[in-house]
């Protein structure tokens, strides 16, 4: 059974720092692209990046190019999230993905292993 366990939200004030993480369980995580994705009151769920399975390509969306990266490693099955210079905007339930497809990943396509999700909040 594939488990997707996000950790490290929290509050934090505008300007701040967060760092989330991702620990996957039953599959071959190496194989897999990992991808982030968030979702604000009132709207849809959204890309927010992704890197493909070998770590060496990273996709970011615009709103947090240069203010996020993303990383993963592969020896201890986990994917990470650091965010930096935090904006009010960036408030949401920050969800991990996985797919074997960058493609699907980022599609957010049907069949895309997700997490539970964990609350980021960034107060003005």
């Known amino acids: 059974q594939v488990q997707l366990v996000e950790s490290g939200g929290g509050l934090v004030q505008a300007g701040g720092s967060l760092r989330l993480s991702c620990a996957a369980s039953?599959?071959?995580?190496?194989?897999?692209?990992m991808g982030w994705f968030r979702q604000a009151p009132g709207k849809e769920r959204e890309f927010v990046a992704a890197?493909?399975?070998?770590?060496?390509?990273?996709y970011y969306a615009d709103s947090v190019k240069g203010r996020f990266t993303i990383s993963r490693d592969n020896a201890k099955n986990t994917v990470y999230l650091q965010m930096n210079s935090l904006k009010p905007e960036d408030t949401a339930v920050y969800y991990c993905?996985?797919?074997?497809?960058?493609?699907?990943?980022?599609?957010?396509?049907?069949?895309?292993?997700w997490g539970q999700g964990t609350q980021v909040t960034v107060s003005s």
């Open positions: 993905n996985a797919d074997l497809s960058l493609n699907r990943l980022r599609s957010a396509s049907a069949g895309v292993y």
């Open positions: 890197i493909r399975r070998s770590g060496g390509s990273t």
């Open positions: 039953g599959l071959s995580f190496s194989s897999y692209a």
